[in-house]
């Protein structure tokens, strides 16, 4: 989690959602994160995006060796390969390197189209990509069996050799894009890995925020009643009533200054409430603060509204 505020708000978002879901926090279902980790998994897929297309002179360069050399060897294979079958293993992996390359191709033409339409046609397209990938490293796998079998193919095909196996090298460096936890330790995949990582971290904060609220609500709610002179929270719109609940447990905590916590408050509510309710929050936490301050024995200071 970025910021104290990013937890803070995150918090809200899952106390609201399981109220709408009449479960506690703890049960919300992985659609929540995965909706408010939406921009940073699409800034992650642009990420592999880019990675990708950067092989993409790498593949095309070992399709044109191929290629150069492709019209000799077919004159020349027949000699060891009456029945043709290396010659058509070698057609299916050049088909195979230009489907990827095109697939290349096709990312980075939808990587660069402006926001939303990018982010609505990469996923499409990546899964392309990954598909001829596989059928090249399937055609890959063919062509070495074939090779294999054949040894006295073998100095025939040397003048492509090195290039193909340095193909294999390419071939894992854009699988560890594609599927970076299939290669944890793989230069290419660590740093989209972290990233991932940083996703799944960053929800443990409010959880833990959210399943304390739970855990001492009737705590929190008896100091809201009282703050709002027994006013009913639920009359409370439930954003507010979230806002709130985590704010109340935070002051509860003391581990952070209140007019720090009703600052905080108070700017949540200015994004995901409604233009009134900033007020009337900054009210009902003044008196939740003047409460805590009072059984503590200490004189309350006033929130950064108040001196204003």
Known sequence: MKSRREAREATVQLLYAAELADVEPRDVGPEFWLLREERERDRIAQSQAKAAIKLTKAFEARLEHLEKHRPNLEATLPAVDVEGR???????????????????????????????ASRALLPESALAGRACLDVLVRQHDEWDRAVERMPASLKIVEPIAGRVASLRKHETQLDAVFSPLRHSEHPAA???????????SAR??????????????????????LATDNFSLERIHAVDRAILRVATRELLEGEVPAAVV???????????????????????????????AANSGTTPSPSPDQTN
């Open 204 to 225: 443990e904060v409010p959880q833990s925020w959210a399943d304390n609220v739970v855990d001492r609500i009737d705590d929190v709610d008896q100091a809201l009643e």
């Open 86 to 116: 290396i010659a058509g293993h070698l057609g299916a992996l050049i088909k195979a390197l230009k489907g990827l390359i095109a697939g290349l191709v096709r990312i980075q033409g939808d990587l660069s189209h402006p926001g939303d």
């Open 262 to 292: 009703i600052d905080e408050a108070l700017e949540i509510a200015k994004r995901f409430s409604t233009t009134e309710s900033s007020s009337f929050l900054n009210g009902v936490l003044e008196g939740v603060r003047r409460q805590f």
């Open 190 to 200: 660590i740093p989209l890995n972290e990233r991932y990582a940083a996703l799944v």
